[in-house]
């Protein structure tokens, strides 16, 4: 176990050693109180951090000298209006706690085309309630082999057909005078093999060689496969690639194009470094960490979720906080629940999205019970201080069944056998399933297999309007509403896939077009349809039907202080088929997830520790008093306060 004491002794000495040339040199007439606090503060969390990694490393001081110019320097070029924000943010640091955030994400290309398009679109974000809009990877990335974006040729230049960088930074300027915080992603474990990094590789440099994992035979990559599991086994089959170029095989867990980076070389760290704060000083204020459990390789291992991961995190968290405090960290970790948990801190990830809240509505839909939603939540929605979820419906990938094992066993559910009933579920092969999903990715020799549609057409709307059924319509229309309730209510940032407030459908034309054909999750990444969204003001129309009471409960969200933070306690309804939840104490949130009427006993809910008695449900604004039961529509959500 390490002295901390001595950790910030050396977190000391290292001060005194670079503190004068830091702060002469790199910015003369600069903020040197405010970069000298920033770091007195911050280094022994960094440098704790970085032993982990680099300790054993002869040079070890010289890197973190490296590092920490490279601090500097973003320091001095970041812009006095966002220093302002980062003062502003550093007296405010749980600023995205806050009721009145809502956030939203989409493709730049599919929902305006361009940059200037999504600055043309700012009355529609006002219009929707947006505080918070991620864009999807928006960077140069190769004509062909892009993977949506994801294979990333240059962090400093945006993909020329959505615009340039300096678009991009008066984007985020005009957003946040709108009110609205810019979210990118920042591709963490991997580039484009088109990237100037790889070029140079390509080209022999070993320099840049050693930014990347690179082998000589087969030697090395079969022992480290044989621990690893294939992410794509239907597109890209196996973790290494071989380069004819240079006669060696290139580690690759995603796609061929796609190299792994080499993060055992601090001149990798430094460099991803200067890349966020790059990002940073354009304006972007939260970066979402794609891949996060991917980054640190060990022989033996899965190479997943290793502590290692953890201690980069935790040491570029840390040269942020001194740079650029405003710039918060939201993690992309679709793995077991603790391990998703196990990201989050406030010297980690503040954000995270949480797939396990996802899975569990997706789970209560088809089931129409509640028991696993409350019992895996009771476990595994709990947070540290000064962090937040990011609770979605669907995101612009697949969904994957990740829960617990031990939390199904726990109710008596086996989770092999749950997640193929779920499968089949969702790709509309259960009988009586209003799912109208796609099977993406099945691997025949783990039978594992993830589900794409997008969320209207996964939710039974597709169908309904198929069958042309009023009624079955209408329960379509309840059950979309009332998931979006519950993102609303839970406790977090709820997020929503522009396109879902309208009800937007699959879009099967992906399959005519040779460059999606091969990848069937962009069924529920369609183009925005400029005539659907017309029709959001109608209350006749299917778009106006979801648009119009999800603005409510939004505004309703906005002015309910009591659904600000995390603090969510799951409770026994004594029905269960009604989900729910109390909100500080203050707001209880029912969830009625079948397509009775359900009742609901008091005295079950006076158990839980809730009073119905004086409460008001805010979205219908029927009152409450010592009634024996309360009774919810088919798929009807509540938000009881007492008034």
Not at 343 to 364: F, R, T
Not at 521 to 536: D, M, S
Request: proline share 5%; hydrophobic share 40%.
């Amino acid at each position: 176990m390490r002295d901390f004491n001595w950790i910030a002794e050396q977190a000391e000495l290292t001060i005194k050693r670079l503190l004068p040339t830091l702060t002469s040199t790199l910015y003369a007439g600069g903020d040197a109180r405010t970069f000298e606090v920033r770091l007195r503060r911050h280094l022994p969390m960094i440098f704790d951090a970085l032993l982990d990694l680099y300790g054993d490393q002869y040079d070890f001081f010289f890197h973190l000298q490296q590092m920490l110019e490279t601090t500097a320097r973003m320091f001095t070029l970041r812009p006095a209006e966002l220093h302002a924000l980062d003062r502003y943010r550093e007296q405010n640091p749980d600023w995205f706690q806050s009721s009145r955030t809502i956030g939203a994400v989409c493709y730049v290309d599919r929902f305006a085309g361009t940059l200037r398009g999504i600055r043309e679109r700012a009355p529609y974000f006002d219009e929707l309630g947006l505080t918070y809009l991620h864009l999807m990877p928006l960077f140069k990335s190769p004509e062909k082999n892009s993977d949506g974006g994801y294979a990333v040729s240059s962090f400093r230049e945006v993909n020329p057909s959505l615009g340039t960088m300096s678009e991009l930074a008066d984007l985020a300027r005009d957003l946040r005078e709108q009110g609205i915080s810019l979210v990118l992603d920042f591709v963490f474990n991997h580039t484009s093999d088109e990237h100037d990094w790889a070029q140079k590789a390509l080209a022999g440099d070993p320099y840049y060689q050693a930014y990347y994992w690179m082998f000589p035979d087969r030697q090395m990559p079969d022992q480290y496969e044989a621990h690893l599991r294939e992410i794509f086994p239907e597109q890209a089959p196996g973790s290494f690639t071989y380069r004819p170029e240079i006669q060696k095989w290139v580690w690759t867990t995603f796609y061929p194009f796609q190299w792994d980076l080499n993060y055992r070389n601090p001149e990798v760290f430094r460099a991803m470094l200067e890349e966020i704060l790059f990002l940073a000083n354009q304006g972007v204020e939260i970066l979402r960490l794609d891949a996060v459990p991917f980054v640190w390789k060990q022989l033996g291992t899965p190479c997943e979720n290793l502590p290692q991961v953890h201690s980069i995190i935790r040491a570029l968290n840390g040269f942020v906080r001194i740079a650029a405090p405003t710039l918060l960290f939201k993690s992309e970790a679709i793995v077991h629940p603790r391990d998703v948990r196990s990201y989050i801190g406030e010297d980690k990830c503040q954000l995270s999205y949480n797939p396990i809240m996802m899975v569990a509505i997706w789970e209560a839909l088809a089931t129409r019970e509640t028991d696993f939603f409350r019992h895996t939540m009771t476990k595994q929605f709990p947070l540290p201080e000064h962090t937040a979820w990011v609770n979605y419906i669907r995101s612009h990938d697949d969904i994957g069944w990740g829960f617990a094992d031990e939390d199904a066993i726990e109710l008596g559910i086996k989770g092999g056998d749950h997640r193929s009933f779920l499968n089949n579920f969702y790709t509309g092969r259960f009988p009586g399933s209003f799912a109208k999903g796609l099977p993406f990715n099945f691997n025949p020799r783990t039978g594992d297999m993830r589900i794409s549609g997008t969320m209207a057409s996964l939710a039974g709307l597709e169908q309904a309007l198929n069958s042309g059924d009023p009624s079955q319509i209408e329960i379509a229309v309840r059950r979309i509403l009332m998931i979006y309730a519950i993102i609303l209510s839970a406790g977090g940032i709820p997020l929503i896939y522009l396109g879902d407030e309208i009800g937007t459908l699959n879009d099967y034309t992906y399959a005519d077009d040779p460059a999606t054909m091969q990848d069937n999750r962009w069924v529920h990444r369609p183009k925005a349809n400029a005539e659907a969204y017309a029709r959001r003001a109608d209350p006749a129309s299917i778009e106006g039907r979801i648009f119009l009471p999800l603005c409510q409960m939004i505004q309703l969200r906005k002015a309910t202080p009591e659904l600000a933070g995390n603090a969510t306690r799951f409770i026994h309804t004594g029905n269960r088929h009604v989900l729910g939840y109390v909100r500080n104490q203050q707001v209880l949130v029912l969830a009625n997830f079948s397509e009775q009427r359900q009742q609901i006993f008091n005295g079950a809910l006076r158990e839980a520790g809730f009073q119905i008695s004086g409460t008001r449900d805010l979205i219908s604004r029927q009152a409450f008093n010592d009634d024996e039961f309360i009774w919810l529509e088919p798929y009807q959500v509540i938000w009881l306060k007492h008034v």
